[in-house]
Structures are given as C-alpha cells and as structure tokens.
C-alpha cells in the first residue's frame, strides 16, 4: 500500500484535453475521505472532463492526478479499484432485474463479490423496494434505475464515489433518497465526488462546493456546519460565477 496524506482524490497542477484541445488547465482538487464534494459549472466547463481524468480515461499533460494517494498515470489499475463511477447516463441490461444487473455487473469485476447477500445488501442500501428486484428493468422509473446503477457502486464497497450528475431527471422525493444516503456514505468514510446542477441538493449534502469554469475551479466554499450552507448567499456566488464566464 502506498502511503498517502489522507486526500481521497487529489489533482495538482492538472492540464489534460482531449488530443490537441486543452480542457482542464491547472486544475486543484481535492476530496478528503468523509467528504462530499460537490463539482458545479455550466455545461462544457469540463466537469464530466475531471472525473475522466480520476478514472484514468485522460492522461495528464502536465501535472497529477491521484487517487488514496496513487498515482492514476502510473498504476490506473490500481487506482480504479478504489473508485466507483456513476455516469450521466446509466446503461443496464433492460431486460434483466435488478438483482440479474448487480450478479452480471460485478460479476464481470469480481465473481467472489457477486453473490446474493452483497447484492440484497446493496440494493436495500440503494433505498430499491424490494418488492422490485426480481423485476426487469424495462418496467424502471428513472429514479429506480438510478437506485440500481447506486447499489452496484455500492456493492463493489470502495472508498470512492464519483456521481456525475446523480439527480438529472429525479423528483424531490427521490433526490430527497439519494441525499439521504449521501450523507449516509459520507458517515461511513466513504468520500464522495459528485458534478451537479442542482444547487438546492449541493447545498443541502456537500462539504464544499466547488465551481468549475473553463477547467479551473474559479472559487470554492466550503459548508458553514455540517453540510449546511447560506443558499441565498450561494445563489448570489453563483449568479456571479455564471456571468463571469
Ligand atoms: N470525448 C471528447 N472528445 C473531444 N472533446 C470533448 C470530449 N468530451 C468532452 N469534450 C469537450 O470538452 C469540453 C468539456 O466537456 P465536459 O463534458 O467535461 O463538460 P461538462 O462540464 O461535463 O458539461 P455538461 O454540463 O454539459 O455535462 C467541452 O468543450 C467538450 O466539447
Ligand atoms: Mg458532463
């Protein structure tokens, strides 16, 4: 194990893009275990951009990324296997249950890690009714698709948790869900990175909230008690941010 300070996920100095074309320029983040960091900007800031880089899907030009202090250039492999992802758009097999999405997905991962007590586990995590795993997917609402593509970062048990866009889509009750059991995480140690649109959640779940403009955090915040914010005040940062771009 490599010894590290104690940052879950940490860039430093980073630039990367995508051939030519630089997106992020000398990015700095960090994310502590126990955290909830929430990543805000307008659309094409290059949110989604730095959760590629902590997946080792874009190789720094310049500077670092690393994550429980690995280096993710040097050793991506060993890196991804601290990090869960849930991407913008989730893609499960329509026409299996919930509990034949987890078996097969983690199966592919670790065969040892899916059997059925780890699966159920997740899945009530997840906050999924059970009355709903053996159904297939195709008969989902969006809010229980997304309780499924939780569990299955859930049952991999990392340290962790990176959310693009979690509560795109979500109703009040269902994102009232998902904040419940971020905070839930966060309680367990578990740090959790999530890129967001939705101020009022951000506000209501996060540690810090950080703004992301033509990728490079241009202000960061960081909650007045736990996971408390002024949401007026960070309406009116936020308008300013916005008319900076
Ligand atoms: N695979 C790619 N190849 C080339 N350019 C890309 C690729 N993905 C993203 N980009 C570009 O990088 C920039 C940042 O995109 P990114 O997807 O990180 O933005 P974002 O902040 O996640 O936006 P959104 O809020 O719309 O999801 C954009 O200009 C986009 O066009
Ligand atoms: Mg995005």
Redo the contacts with the bound molecule.
């Keep these: 194990m490599i010894k590290h300070d104690g940052a879950a996920l940490e860039a430093r100095d980073l630039r990367a893009g995508?051939?030519e074309?630089p997106?992020l320029r000398d990015l700095h983040l960090r994310v502590q275990a126990g955290e909830i960091y929430a990543l805000l900007?307008?659309?094409?800031?290059?949110?989604?951009?730095?959760m590629n880089a902590f997946l080792g899907m874009l190789p720094p030009r310049s500077g670092s990324v690393r994550v429980c202090g690995i280096d993710v250039a040097a050793d991506p492999r060993a890196a991804r296997l601290k990090l869960a992802y849930v991407p913008?758009n989730v893609v499960l097999y329509e026409h299996l249950s919930a509990q034949e999405n987890l078996r097969y997905f983690l199966g592919l991962i670790d065969p040892r890690s899916a059997d059925r007590a780890t699966i159920e586990r997740a899945l009530t995590a997840a906050g999924l009714d059970p009355a709903s795993w053996g159904r297939r997917l195709a008969g989902y609402s969006k809010g229980m698709r997304q309780k499924v593509a939780i569990a299955l970062a859930l049952a991999r048990s990392v340290p962790v948790l990176l959310l693009d866009?979690p509560n795109t889509g979500l109703d009040p009750r269902a994102t009232g869900d998902l904040n419940r059991l971020l905070l839930n995480l966060r309680g367990e140690g578990k740090a959790v990175f999530m890129?967001t649109?939705d101020l009022l959640s951000a506000a209501q779940v996060a540690d810090r909230i950080g703004f992301?403009s033509e990728g490079r955090i241009v202000e960061e915040l960081a909650a007045a008690g736990p996971g408390r914010f002024d949401i007026d005040g960070l309406y009116r940062r936020y308008a300013g941010w916005s008319t900076q771009q």
């Design positions: 995508y051939g074309r997106v900007g307008g659309n094409g800031a290059g949110k989604s951009t730095t913008e866009e890129v649109h992301l």
